[in-house]
């Protein structure tokens, strides 16, 4: 749960290549588009496995704010509110409490 979020619970993959004990290996820190997960680019890009054959550690946090309690837009739009990612802090009321992704 994060404290700069609002109190969101957010999620996050991380991989390590096999035989990774005791070695050293460059880290890749992936921040997914508008209303991704963390699964996505793990999932749907195959990313786990290029990484082991790359020998890459991966960090991939979820970056959208979820949860009820989280403001939405009216209508709900993809682009905006509850599950959408944006790499800044609010300005406004409604979303400061939640958007706080440069802190």
Not at 19 to 37: D, I, Q
Not at 64 to 69: A, K, M, N
């Amino acid at each position: 749960t994060s404290k700069v979020l609002g109190g969101c619970t957010m999620c996050f993959s991380a991989f390590i290549p096999e035989g990774a004990e005791g070695k050293k290996f460059p880290v890749v820190y992936w921040l997914s588009g508008l209303t991704c997960t963390d699964k996505n680019f793990a999932e749907k890009a195959g990313a786990f496995e290029a990484a082991n054959t790359l020998g890459l550690v991966l960090i991939l946090p979820d970056t959208s704010p979820r949860g009820e309690d989280v403001p939405d837009e009216t209508p709900k739009e993809y682009d905006f509110g509850a599950g959408a990612g944006f790499y800044l802090n609010a300005t406004s009321s409604k979303y400061k409490k939640h958007y706080n992704m440069l802190d």
